[in-house]
């Protein structure tokens, strides 16, 4: 495995005294033409409103807040494929937030790819496979507020399964955002899992290619119907501020639907909401 650390700064030199002198001089001249920029920029502020206005929407804490890449485990050996790649935030104010992230997101990872290697390693003493694992992480939302990160694994031994989870992060107030946090009680689970429903009822009536395991869609009974999404389920907030609930590869339609995800009306949970400081 490997680990992506920032190159050093070169060193910067002067050859002579005379180079020194120069710099010198024009480091006054670099000082005020800073000045001079900082004053047209105060005076444009004060007499241009929607120049100000302009300003005043840059974001600041969240250009800060970054997601990278901290570690990657790679492997290529015939037929087993490991890719994992590790992320890290980075520009958190609350860093044990930050810090404990960033922990469980390395823990998960190696704990993939030790539990890889010994799958392997069976394999090997029985004759042999096929075997690959790819993880990584998508980010579903940076804005000024939001902070949505998406990690995702990839299973493939014979066919593949594929499982997401999400932290969702308020950059402003520094705390992570869980899925009961956002309501007043626990009705959520049932009027968001009825809206599920009639999304799926109505997906399949449009498209006869999209299959969910939900009663009364004219399907043959499979092994379980859908009736509730859990109190935890998986979720983050998309750029249009839309609660996005998340299903796994298997886990309500057959597997070549692959991961679902179905956008709740704002409308239909709005009574249960805490506030819409979050969704809109």
């Known amino acids: 495995h490997s680990v992506r650390l920032n190159p ?8 002579d005294t005379e180079t020194k002198k120069y710099n010198k001089k024009n480091k006054h001249k670099w000082i005020g033409a800073v000045v001079a920029s900082v004053l047209l920029f105060t005076a444009a502020i004060n007499t241009n409103p929607t120049f100000a206005n302009a300003i005043s929407d840059i974001p600041v804490l969240g250009s800060l807040v970054k997601v990278l890449t901290f570690r990657e485990y790679k492997l290529e050996e015939g037929t087993f494929n490991a890719d994992i790649k590790v992320p890290a935030i980075e520009g958190l104010e609350n860093k044990e937030l930050q810090d404990s992230l960033n922990e469980k997101y390395l823990q998960e990872n190696k704990k993939l790819y030790d539990e890889f290697i010994a799958d392997i390693e069976d394999l090997k003493k029985n004759g042999g496979g096929h075997m690959g694992v790819d993880s990584g992480y998508e980010v579903k939302t940076d804005n000024d507020r939001i902070l949505s990160i998406g990690r995702y694994v990839v299973n493939i031994v014979g066919s593949s399964s594929t499982t997401f989870q999400y932290d969702t992060i308020d950059k402003k107030n520094q705390i992570l955002i869980t899925l009961p946090s956002l309501f007043k009680d626990e009705s959520y689970v049932d009027i968001i899992s009825e809206n599920i429903k009639e999304q799926m009822r109505q997906e399949m009536k449009e498209d006869e290619n999209k299959i969910y395991w939900v009663s009364d869609a004219g ?9 509730n999404i859990l109190k935890d389920q998986s979720f983050y907030i998309n750029e249009d501020d839309k609660l996005v609930i998340s299903f796994d590869k298997y886990e309500v339609a057959p597997g070549y639907m692959g991961v679902v995800e179905f956008v709740i009306p704002t409308e239909t949970i709005t009574d249960i909401l805490v506030s819409h400081e979050y969704i809109k």
């Open 8 to 15: 050093p700064l070169n060193e910067v030199s002067f050859k």
């Open 219 to 227: 399907l043959e009974e499979p092994m379980e119907f859908f009736e």
